[in-house]
């Protein structure tokens, strides 16, 4: 990893907050003031006395640098904001996410690169369940990517606030944008959101993510395109006044999840809740299905059978759909001591479902057989091969199913 500009001041701020965080659990007293030396005598016979770094400021971006050659000054934009994370969601998680975030920097990330990264691990671990609070944090702090209204992402962003889109957005391979709850995005007439990369899309039930037209118009913004090979999870998400609300190619992975759950063909995964009306394009052999949006709608159309059904039986209508290998995230999560998987297999095959600590040391098997076509669950109960209970920490779950192979992160938390 580089180890000079924005590179080297978030170094320094990691080091900072790993020591605050530790020193603030033991004790409230002066937790935010770190490292106060003397640096001794010049050849000129002056004495140097270096003031402390401190970890509770409400320094920002725009402040850089706060001096040209104290790389370790500048980190304090970024301990300060981890530290007020941990006023509100606590050292144990804050640790966590700060650990899991190393994992998605990069080879030389900025200090917005760092934050971005923190975001996602709150989505890998934690379902996103502290997005809004650390979102607010960073804003304050401007360590969030200016969110792109027109064109191509370069960096991974995070979305807050309004956001007014006057042109096409495009979100490439490699590249994630994660949209905030509580957000609402005003798209001009005519323009899309095109996803190559992964789009997160992480409302809640009392803070839903709308997606609108910038105008009062009806259907005149064209909607969300997944590419083959993108990633979209979309929760509490309102797609509102959009010509095609959501089209999906064959070799795309998208999740809409609330309650729900439904597999649609071709080749892609929808959870749905009682919000959603979703269907099947007739088009199939196109390699497209659409899924729509509506707030309020309380009914399914699989547009391939012609048939309306309720959200009751709709649920049961799945079973008669051809399923997608898939792995959905473990609910609860944080859990203590259970934790429960569901997961989906296309065709008749050999399972294996496998629990790794951190290190990558085999805990237990879950599964380890040839199971049939169609959905299934397994529980976990927190415990090893030999049935002791395992420690709290993270830990990680992989599904090997035919050529498919996925790994999930996971918190027991004690």
Known sequence: MSYSGETYSLQEGCSDYWAASYSRSLSGFEWGQVFIWDAGITSSGNGIFWPARRCDTDLKYSDLPIHNDWHHDDGQIWSSALMEIWGDIGRD?????????HYIWGSSPDLRDAASAFAMADINIYDGAHLDLITSHFSSHELLYSQTTSGTLSHNEVWYGTVNVTGNIIVPYGINLIIAPAVTVNFSTGTDLTVSGDLYVMGTSTNPVVL???????????GIYFNNGSIGYLRCCEINDSENMITVESGADVTMCDDNEIILQPGFTVELGGEFYAYVDASLSGGLAKVASYSNQNS???????????????????????????????YPN??????????ALKEEAKVTIKIYNILGKEIITLVNETQPAGYQSITWNGTDHSGNPVPSGIYICQMKAGNFTKSQKMVLMK
């Open 334 to 343: 944080p859990f203590n001591p259970t934790t429960t998987f569901k997961y």
């Open 93 to 101: 998680v804050t640790d966590i996410l700060f650990l899991e975030s």
């Open 300 to 330: 399914y159309e699989i547009v391939e059978n012609d048939e309306n059904t309720s959200e009751d039986s709709a649920q049961t209508e799945q079973n008669n759909l051809q399923a997608n290998y898939s792995l959905s995230k473990n």
């Open 212 to 222: 609108q037209s910038a105008t009062l118009a009806p259907n005149d913004w064209y």
